[in-house]
């Protein structure tokens, strides 16, 4: 092992680079606050939306269905949120048609299960990296008072690295979380 | 039972995604992983005055740091340093910059997916020389671009982790390193005794400036961070003196622990060498190091992948280049033509510049060369744009500013700017000069891209020396308006309104002059 030597000059540098340093970070950290707060919890959870998100992927319509039926239980409106994920190759408002035009297809979908309940359903088609992220932020930013999403049990390589899209709504969503799995078909007899 | 349904909402920019730490750590990522690779091939060459070269190019690149901060809050898009000069002089230069950036980012896959075996190395001594390094090195780009093909999703997350774990063990490093390692009166010996030549001094202080480069990021993180006009000013300002104060700390530690001769002989992991050395935590601080900067560089490597793909699709946007580049992959709706196009050629650099006697230096050549072409562009723009669009409002400013008036309005002239534009000049010539490839491959790659440019803009019907008239009004009022800038926005929208207000009784009194 290397022998130590203890230098007064050494330890001026060391806490110079320390302050230094320091300060710097908890100068970045600490920005004045922003002129609209998001709104207080218990306020959004009496008045706020329900958010579900449509993706095909996560079995949309039984999703819309559900929160249809929660928000005429609740006198709730009814956020549809819809999530073209861009990847970091591209910058988020590069045009994907091919995506758009799902998204707008699954909307229509969204909106023929929507007509058979009386409720009000808004429609929101976003784009993020993650859907997660995206409804998340979206529930931080408006009155949510509950967020109901899907979940496949078969994750790609890069949720299973980080986590997958519901398990970052649970972790960070401000409000409730409902989230549905698909059944697993039974094991054929005999 | 009807529902009451209600139109769509179509959000193209979510920029809410990335908070302070993550807009920090996206340049981190990017820049602070460039002393792993500098310290080294400095050493090399300002040999005991290394500090001294980093601490000169250090002041050159905060005024640039600087510059970026005040353009990238007030413009907060995609395109970074091709987009500002664009708007301050025009397609033929917006496109020069972008191109020279192009360079930069392509020799960062190279260097960095070369560095990146060289930390791996340091468990496996036997590889650490050629062709072993260039075949890691090829490995590298081809999994990283494959990766990019499917496309990331998840990347600030990944870059938070480690940027927090690599300051945290850097400043261990540092910190214990002046504590307990270092020798002020070797580090003075070699100072005096082994101050390096006029020529190989300016050609340390002209390669330190890779150990800046990555500015770009800080544009991009801009795009996708919540008030950009806020959060950006101090996570860039941050980012600015944080890489200077690491680089010139490992710089001054390494010369006051060990000979420059030891960090010149080690270029594929300096900073690892370094570390080994230090009391108490050198056994497992040269492992952990190596290992650290493997996945910090790694990172970087990747970041030029995503930084040339999102470069050239804003190129290709604003017609600097062909729509051939911006087609998404049919499946995974990916740039897959830039990435298969660009990572091809970081790959023929990295067999290139493995044939040269030192492949590390060569590859610094170019990036030094892209990076300081690209920042004159940038700093003549920043200059240009205060008189071209003074109504934009700047959440930040560079400091000491000299008011002008120009045409009837009142201009702040950024005199921090213009030093720093003749510091970036006095690289660019450094590099010129003391950079035997950089000053021939680098201007040949200047003179292709300029001829695919105009090859390009006759057959698209596009002017080839003037520049296309754009609606930036409009398009600088989405922009803050998508960034959630209200303040900013009604800022601008008052701004205009005085300067139509000014043009309107200008009119009038020159129309009530011609009547008398």
Redesign the interface.
């Known amino acids: 092992m290397p022998e130590a030597q203890l230098h007064p000059f050494g330890i001026v540098l060391a806490v110079v680079f320390v302050t230094s340093v320091g300060s710097i970070l908890w100068w970045m950290l600490h920005p004045p606050k922003a002129e609209e707060e998001a709104p207080a919890v218990e306020a959004a959870l009496e008045a706020g939306q329900i958010l579900v998100g449509f993706h095909v992927a996560w079995g949309a319509e039984d999703l819309l269905r559900l929160a249809c039926e929660l928000g005429r239980q609740e006198n709730a409106p009814v956020t549809a949120m819809y999530v073209t994920e861009v990847p970091f190759t591209l910058p988020l408002d590069a045009p994907i048609p091919e995506e758009d035009e799902r998204a707008r297809k699954a909307e229509e979908r969204a909106r023929a299960i929507a007509a058979e309940y009386d409720t009000t359903v808004r429609y929101v088609i976003r784009r993020g990296r993650k859907a997660g992220r995206a409804i998340v932020d979206a529930s931080l930013h408006e009155p949510t008072r509950t967020i109901i999403l899907g979940a496949s049990e078969h994750l790609g390589m890069e949720d299973r690295l980080f986590g997958s899209s519901a398990e970052f709504v649970l972790r960070h969503a401000p409000c409730q979380v409902l989230v549905r799995r698909p059944a697993r078909a039974k094991p054929a007899r005999g | 039972?009807?529902?009451?349904?209600?139109?769509?909402?179509?959000?193209?920019?979510?920029?809410?995604?990335v908070s302070?730490?993550g807009s920090?750590t996206w340049g981190y990522a990017d820049v602070g992983a460039d002393v792993y690779v500098a310290l080294g091939l400095v050493a090399m060459a300002a040999q005991g005055a290394t500090p001294l070269a980093f601490a000169i190019t250090g002041a050159v690149y905060m005024l640039i740091g600087l510059a970026y901060t005040e353009l990238a809050s007030t413009y907060p898009?995609?395109g970074g340093g091709q987009y500002y000069t664009l708007r301050g002089l025009g397609d033929i230069f917006g496109f020069t910059a972008g191109w020279a950036l192009l360079l930069d980012f392509t020799i960062d896959v190279s260097l960095f997916a070369l560095s990146t075996a060289g930390y791996i190395n340091f468990f496996f001594p036997g590889l650490q020389h050629q062709p072993w390094l260039a075949i890691e090195g090829l490995v590298v780009v081809v999994f990283l671009a494959s990766v990019?093909l499917r496309?990331?999703?998840?990347?600030?997350?990944?870059n938070e982790v480690i940027g927090a774990v690599d300051?945290v063990s850097e400043?261990t490093i540092?910190?214990f390193g002046?504590?307990?390692?270092?020798?002020?009166s070797f580090f003075a010996h070699q100072f005096v005794t082994q101050f390096p030549s006029t020529h190989d001094f300016l050609y340390g202080a002209s390669i330190a400036i890779i150990s800046f480069v990555g500015l770009e990021s800080i544009s991009q993180a801009a795009?996708?961070t919540l008030?950009p006009a806020?959060?950006v000013p101090?996570?860039s300002?941050?980012l600015i003196?944080?890489v200077v104060?690491?680089a010139l700390?490992f710089s001054?530690l390494g010369l006051?622990v060990l000979p420059w001769q030891v960090i010149a002989q080690n270029q594929g992991d300096p900073i690892a060498v370094l570390a080994h050395?230090?009391?108490?935590i050198?056994?497992i601080a040269g492992p952990f190091t190596a290992l650290l900067a493997a996945t910090l560089v790694l990172a970087s490597t990747n970041t030029g992948?995503?930084g040339y793909?999102?470069i050239t699709?804003?190129m290709s946007k604003l017609g600097l280049l062909p729509q051939w580049f911006?087609a998404?992959h049919?499946k995974?709706?990916?740039?897959y033509r830039?990435?298969i196009v660009f990572s091809s050629l970081a790959a023929l650099q990295i067999v290139l510049a493995s044939l040269s006697s030192n492949a590390y230096d060569t590859l610094g050549n170019m990036y030094a060369f892209g990076a300081v072409s690209g920042y004159v562009l940038v700093m003549i723009s920043l200059i240009r744009l205060r008189f071209l669009d003074p109504d934009s409002p700047r959440a930040y400013k560079t400091p000491l500013n000299l008011k002008v008036t120009y045409r009837g309005d009142t201009v702040e002239v950024p005199v921090l700017g213009i030093v720093g534009l003749i510091g970036t000049v006095a690289i660019w010539v450094l590099v010129m000069w003391t950079h035997a490839i950089g000053r021939i491959a680098g201007p040949a790659w200047l003179v292709i891209g300029w001829a695919f440019y105009f090859y390009h803009r006759r057959r698209a019907g596009l002017p080839l020396l003037g520049t296309v008239a754009r609606d930036w009004e409009t398009e600088q009022r989405e922009v803050l308006r998508s960034a959630g800038e209200?303040?900013l926005l009604r800022q601008y929208e008052a701004a205009l309104a005085r300067r139509q207000a000014r043009q309107a009784a200008k009119v009038s009194q020159e129309e009530a002059g011609g009547d008398e």
């Open positions: 039972m009807s529902g009451n349904a209600e139109g769509t909402e179509i959000t193209t920019g979510l920029r809410r995604v302070i730490w920090f898009v995609a990019n496309g990331i999703r998840e990347s600030s997350w990944l300051m400043s540092i910190l002046f504590l307990f390692a270092f020798n002020p795009e996708e008030r806020t959060v101090r996570t300002l941050a003196f944080t104060i690491y700390s001054t006051g050395h230090i009391p108490f050198g056994f992948i995503m793909s999102r699709w804003s911006s998404l049919s995974f709706r990916t740039p830039t990435i209200h303040r």
